[in-house]
């Protein structure tokens, strides 16, 4: 087998191990934010289910950390020994997980305080955060996988791994950058940083690729669709820088997904950031205070301060008419033509 054709089969193995279902909808109804790489965390919260592949250092001598909040996340129901907090590497810092479990691939690692991760609830929070339960802190637990269906930590070899997930979702994000605009888009840049898209007509699903010079900087961004439709909002540029507003108006935020396909740095600052947030090729995500107002899933390292949060709203759109079996041959395609390029490249020299 030559090394092309070992590349191409390495990755119809890892999107075969996550089957032909859209891996974007099995993870965004399980967790609030998922990080394939390391993550620094200092203020705000993960108010529902946190994942991160790497390392986790998180409030490291100040206030724990919250993650799986049932109080402000309602759609986070009681789930006897669910993980809550999965860490692929080790964790660094204090953090409350405050509805269940958290499941450590690697160790507590103390850094100017003492390592700690604390579990408050293991049933229904119904009155103080402090009242008894059967949630557990798993540690030292070794390289591990993902069960697609219920988001688990499971043995390694028995479920998604983590590299099969993200190429699985740069799949479908390659997959929802390559669909047509919908027809009968209405756009609007009045120059003054107020940049409006409104859908009209029925469809199956809403779709428009905004350019990078109206969608990056500070801008007043408004998308308006059908009530109830789902949305894709497709963001061209490498190198975004987010700051502003985002509003959604007539269908609800968690039916929208911005994708960030051809990003590979992102910082954001003081914005709330309305709809899922797929961003799977970047190398950088830097969140200074604002929010994300749905499933988040970065590729890479991610830093967020001052107290910018993660709120958990899950996505709930219908993606049903996405081709997906074209997305995975495209992948595949565009992985070995890459590597066939990079090859003639060198051998000119």
């Known amino acids: 087998m ?10 119809a193995i890892a999107l075969s191990s996550v089957s032909s279902a859209a891996v974007f909808e099995e993870l965004s109804s399980q967790f609030n934010v998922m990080i394939f790489g390391n993550f620094l965390g200092t203020g705000g919260d993960t108010e529902g289910r946190h994942f991160t592949s790497g390392n986790m250092s998180v409030n490291d001598g100040s206030n724990l950390y919250t993650v799986a909040d049932a109080v402000v996340a309602p759609d986070l129901p009681y789930s006897p020994g669910r993980h809550d907090l999965i860490v692929g590497g080790n964790f660094t810092g204090k953090a409350y997980v405050l509805t269940e479990s958290a499941y450590v691939g690697g160790s507590l690692v103390n850094g ?20 008894s339960g059967t949630g557990t802190v798993t540690t030292n ?4 996988d993902i069960d697609l269906a219920t988001g688990q930590a499971v043995a390694s ?30 756009t609007t840049n009045d120059g003054y940083g107020n940049v409006s898209i409104t859908f009209n007509g029925v469809h199956d699903i809403y779709v428009y690729t905004v350019s990078e010079a109206d969608w990056n900087g500070q801008k007043y961004r408004t998308v308006n669709a059908p009530a109830d439709s789902t949305v894709i909002i497709n963001v061209e540029g490498s190198d975004i820088n987010l700051s502003g507003t985002m509003n959604i108006e007539g269908t609800d935020l968690t039916n929208v997904i911005i994708n960030y396909q051809e990003a590979t740095s992102i910082a954001m600052t003081s914005m709330d950031h309305n709809g899922a947030l797929l961003a799977v090729n970047t ?4 969140q200074t205070a604002g929010g994300v107002n749905g499933a988040a899933f970065i590729a890479g390292d991610a830093e967020k301060d001052g107290g910018g949060e993660f709120h958990n709203h899950l996505f709930t759109g219908d993606l049903s008419a996405v081709p997906e079996a074209q997305s995975y041959a495209l992948l595949l395609s565009l992985a070995a033509g890459a590597f066939v390029a990079t090859r003639r490249k ?3 020299f």
């Open 2 to 11: 030559n090394t092309t054709q070992a590349i191409t089969t390495s990755l």
């Open 112 to 131: 100017i305080s003492t390592a700690e991760i604390q579990v408050y609830n293991g049933s229904p929070i119904s009155g103080p955060y402090y009242s």
């Open 141 to 144: 637990a070794g390289p591990f």
């Open 157 to 186: 070899g028995s479920g998604a791994s983590f590299d099969s997930m993200l190429t699985g979702l740069r799949a479908e994000s390659l997959a929802f950058s390559q669909l047509a605009n919908t027809a009968g888009t209405i």
């Open 283 to 286: 190398t950088s995500y830097q």
């Open 346 to 348: 060198r051998q000119q």
